[in-house]
């Protein structure tokens, strides 16, 4: 079991990795295609491994009331933070400033949910909590299928209802309230690691095809997600329909199967463990770097950052910053999480 969570830790560690960097400026339009290709669906995909079986024979309103805490407290804490950080910092500077949003804006998109046209402008991470939140709520329905042939046919299904939604549905155009849209597509990735999970939480380790699986996985997460083009799961942009899952669950094997061999170290598995902060606040901690390198550097302020090197940095460090940050929430305030006591560590 220890091996599994620092192996898992790793995973987590990578992932969160690539979604920070994924949300700074600067990077190759084809760095770009390889991140969005499989970094949000693989949030969804962990998410799955761990949902468990007994959830169907759970009454609805019993599986509802274990999900809210974990889901809609931390989207409540988090875009408080957020909403009090850019009221009265961020949108008095920079592009903010010169897009004048109202503050009435993302008080309904903190209703509304949804990560587009500034609706979440405060942080548009936090779509994730909503979306995720639906998610589960969709496969507590597709878990009731009693055969694995049945729930794959069913999240096909889905897999073809998302699509078309979005299809028909131009990515700026109207996004239903929580992505309730988005979960018909994010409920595939999730289906897929509750699926998965004998192999990627059992048998895994065992694995004498691990090189070639880890081989054939990158050549297709490469080759697929460079055919398509640059995904964008918060705005149903997922390009070609073959290409997109190919690439996804593609570079989500590759990813697993090459956390696996990764060494352990202190440092990852902090940060696996912690990805929920770095997840949440990482977008509040870009405009203080900057404002180190304006006033700090006296770097120029019409000074674009877009270097893929001031990428990775932001990433870095971004992710350094808040490991004390998630100290200190895991201590203190583990109520932000949804948790009502200390978490292990």
Known sequence: MKQRIEWLDNLRAVAIFFVVLG??????????KLIFSFHMPIFFWISGLFAKLSIRDETFGGFIRKRWRKR???????????????????????????????????VIGFFYGNGINDWLVTNTVLWFFLCL?????????VVKVRSTLGMVLVLAGFSLA?????????????????????????????GGGYLSKGYVLGQMKASSWR????????????????????????????????????????????WTELAYVI???????????????????????????????????????????????LSVAYAVISILVLLPVSDVINRYLPFILGETRKPAT
């Not at 008095?92 to 010169?98: D, K, N, R, W």
């Not at 990482?282 to 090197?309: D, N, R």
Request: overall charge neutral.
């Open 263 to 309: 060494p352990t170290s202190r440092l990852l598995s902090k940060i696996g463990q912690n990805t929920l902060t770095i997840f949440s606040l990482h977008l509040l901690v870009f405009p203080f770097i900057t404002a180190i390198l304006v006033y700090g550097f006296m770097m120029p302020p019409q000074l674009k950052f877009e270097s893929a090197s």
């Open 23 to 32: 949300h700074t400026v600067g990077l190759p339009e084809v760095v770009e």
């Open 162 to 190: 998302g699509y078309l939604d979005v299809y028909f549905n131009p990515p700026d155009g109207f996004r239903l309230p929580w992505n309730v849209d988005i979960a018909l597509t994010a409920v595939v990735f999730y």
């Open 211 to 254: 090189w070639l699986v880890m081989a054939m996985g990158l050549i297709f997460y490469v080759t697929f997600s460079l055919l398509n083009r640059k995904v964008a799961l918060v705005a149903g942009v997922y390009g070609n329909y073959a290409f997109f899952y190919l690439a996804a669950f593609s570079g989500i094997c590759f």
């Open 72 to 106: 809609l407290i931390p989207y409540v804490s988090f875009s408080a933070i957020s909403y009090i950080t850019w009221f009265f910092l961020f949108r008095h500077f920079g592009s903010q400033a010169a897009h004048n949003i109202s503050p009435l804006r993302p």
């Open 133 to 141: 939140f639906v998610t589960e709520i969709f496969f507590y329905f």
